[in-house]
């Protein structure tokens, strides 16, 4: 779905916050290394509306009047390929919830020991999994607030396999 969405700073911000908050939350047993995100994602309107934290936060955006920010940490588990990575929990939690139009989704990381000191880019797999329902979103890698590397997943994915090659 090609989407003329503009990110507002305060929107990009508001997003990083949210993942650092949700790292806290990381179960990083194994590797120590604790990611959060925080994914901005929107869905059509609904009879669900009393369940609606936030309301048109994009109004230039006619098709989509519902968005909210769900949140995600790394899961481990000792049958190390069953972890799921920050990026891809907050994506079950928002396709869960019913919205599927992602906008922009932040990512943070960083050792237990530490703590936020680099730039943690998305793994292959959670690009994949993003790219499933918005190829054009923002995606924003950071340090902190005022930190950060943003750029279109289509940038981070290019040549992608997708919905259409299944049609
Ligand atoms: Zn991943």
Do not use: H
Request: hydrophobic share 35%.
């Amino acid at each position: 779905m090609e989407s003329d969405y503009i990110i507002e700073d305060t929107d990009i911000r508001r997003l990083i916050v949210k993942a650092v908050e949700a790292r806290d939350m990381a179960y990083a047993r194994y590797s120590q290394f604790k990611v959060g995100a925080a994914l901005l994602a929107g869905r059509e309107n609904s009879s669900y509306a009393d369940e609606v934290v936030g309301r048109e936060t994009d109004s230039r955006d006619r098709n989509v009047n519902e968005y909210r920010v769900f949140t995600g940490c790394n899961i481990e588990n000792s049958s190390y390929g069953a972890t799921i990575c920050a990026e891809r929990a907050a994506v079950c939690n928002a396709v869960s919830s019913g919205y599927k139009d992602f906008k922009a989704i932040a990512i943070v990381g960083g050792l237990n020991s530490t703590g936020i000191n680099g730039i943690t880019y998305p793994c292959g797999i959670c690009r994949q999994v993003l790219s499933e329902f918005s190829a054009d979103m923002y995606v924003i890698a950071a340090r902190s607030e005022d930190d950060y590397d943003m750029r279109r997943l289509s940038e981070f994915l290019p040549a992608s396999f997708g919905a259409g090659q299944m049609e």
